[in-house]
């Protein structure tokens, strides 16, 4: 393989590197510098750079002399002739290609061979895959993913209403159930009371405005779960039921508490007054009270509740 010979210009060491790397630049071995290779050969320097006379080892240490024997010391073998020719280095490995090309330096003043650190790896990897959004997309983005938010959010308001029974309060640890039985007296024992209404209210609620009350009244008829009185009551907190044909109702309120309970018979007339006391705090709830109870009998009471209860009406 033909080559090129010259001289390196910062420490005039000869050089000789293949032709093919003519032009470009390669790092000297000696002095470490960057060095432009020529187009061709150039007259290397007659002198050449000071050589370090190379120390001859030191001499064997001599087994002391005795009296009784003699060991001849080991022949000291010559120097090795030193010769004044200095051959041409070749820059080379374990192949024919000599110093590597040094390659341009980029913007970080790093050569191409050398491999960056990691951690500016990973810069470089991260600008290279980075997705640059202006910040008006990425508001618009997070006020629309709110308002999807907020639409699921009532949609399932919507669904959870039109599935959901009007007319029972969904049990939690804190309501209470209260069921039992109406019945009045005859000469002869008692009778179940079908189409008595039995309402529960809480002590500590009032409607804004008083209760209509055609709705309320006794009757065989059971009661309509979209009625806006009904509806209210149990907004309030209470509950409102008519006996079954077996006398039989069944309440649930959505809290534990101190609770009003008005009952008020289908099939047994009443036989006083209405007490103007009770009429007094049921008015509070109803506007009418005098036509809710009617000539019927009646029983307004005060009932704590906590979880599960058992009340047994029987009208005189």
């Given at each position: 393989m033909s080559s090129v010979q010259f001289n390196c210009p910062h420490c005039d060491l000869a050089l000789?590197?293949?032709?093919?790397?003519?032009g470009t630049h390669v790092r000297c071995p000696s002095c470490k510098e960057t060095v432009l290779v020529p187009d061709s050969s150039q007259p290397l320097a007659s002198g050449t750079p000071p050589v370090a006379p190379v120390a001859a080892p030191p001499p064997p240490r001599l087994p002391k002399e005795d009296s009784h024997s003699h060991v001849p010391p080991p022949p000291v073998q010559p120097a090795a002739a030193e010769s004044n020719e200095l051959p041409l280095a070749k820059v080379s490995r374990a192949s024919d290609d000599p110093v590597e090309p040094i390659a341009d330096l980029d913007q970080h003043g790093r050569t191409d061979s050398a491999p960056p650190p990691s951690q500016d790896r990973l810069?470089?990897?991260?600008?290279?895959?980075?997705i640059n959004l202006p910040r008006s997309i990425i508001y618009t983005q997070a006020i629309l993913l709110g308002v999807?938010?907020?639409l699921g959010f009532m949609f399932g308001?919507?669904?959870?209403?039109s599935t959901s029974d009007p007319t029972m309060a969904r049990t939690t640890p804190q309501s209470a159930i209260v069921r039992g039985q109406v019945t009045y007296a005859q000469e002869n024992g008692s009778e179940v009371d079908p189409g008595a209404t039995v309402?529960?209210?809480p002590r500590s609620t009032f409607p804004s405005e008083?209760?209509?009350i055609d709705s309320l009244r006794p009757s065989d008829t059971e009661l309509a779960p979209d009625d806006p009185t009904v509806q209210e009551i149990r907004r309030m907190g209470g509950d409102v039921a008519r006996t079954g044909s077996n006398g039989q109702y069944h309440l649930r309120v959505p809290n534990k508490g101190s609770f009003y309970l008005l009952a008020i018979s289908n099939n047994h007339p009443r036989t006083g007054v209405i007490k103007a006391k009770d009429l007094g705090e049921i008015s509070r709830y109803f506007s009418g009270t005098s036509d809710l109870i009617g000539q019927q009998s009646y029983r307004w009471t005060k009932e704590a509740l906590?979880?599960?209860?058992?009340i047994v009406i029987l009208f005189p």
């Amino acid at each position: 393989m033909s080559s090129v010979q010259f001289n390196c210009p910062h420490c005039d060491l000869a050089l000789r590197v293949p032709e093919r790397r003519a032009g470009t630049h390669v790092r000297c071995p000696s002095c470490k510098e960057t060095v432009l290779v020529p187009d061709s050969s150039q007259p290397l320097a007659s002198g050449t750079p000071p050589v370090a006379p190379v120390a001859a080892p030191p001499p064997p240490r001599l087994p002391k002399e005795d009296s009784h024997s003699h060991v001849p010391p080991p022949p000291v073998q010559p120097a090795a002739a030193e010769s004044n020719e200095l051959p041409l280095a070749k820059v080379s490995r374990a192949s024919d290609d000599p110093v590597e090309p040094i390659a341009d330096l980029d913007q970080h003043g790093r050569t191409d061979s050398a491999p960056p650190p990691s951690q500016d790896r990973l810069d470089k990897l991260g600008r290279q895959h980075r997705i640059n959004l202006p910040r008006s997309i990425i508001y618009t983005q997070a006020i629309l993913l709110g308002v999807v938010a907020m639409l699921g959010f009532m949609f399932g308001l919507l669904i959870g209403w039109s599935t959901s029974d009007p007319t029972m309060a969904r049990t939690t640890p804190q309501s209470a159930i209260v069921r039992g039985q109406v019945t009045y007296a005859q000469e002869n024992g008692s009778e179940v009371d079908p189409g008595a209404t039995v309402i529960l209210l809480p002590r500590s609620t009032f409607p804004s405005e008083k209760l209509p009350i055609d709705s309320l009244r006794p009757s065989d008829t059971e009661l309509a779960p979209d009625d806006p009185t009904v509806q209210e009551i149990r907004r309030m907190g209470g509950d409102v039921a008519r006996t079954g044909s077996n006398g039989q109702y069944h309440l649930r309120v959505p809290n534990k508490g101190s609770f009003y309970l008005l009952a008020i018979s289908n099939n047994h007339p009443r036989t006083g007054v209405i007490k103007a006391k009770d009429l007094g705090e049921i008015s509070r709830y109803f506007s009418g009270t005098s036509d809710l109870i009617g000539q019927q009998s009646y029983r307004w009471t005060k009932e704590a509740l906590k979880k599960e209860r058992t009340i047994v009406i029987l009208f005189p």
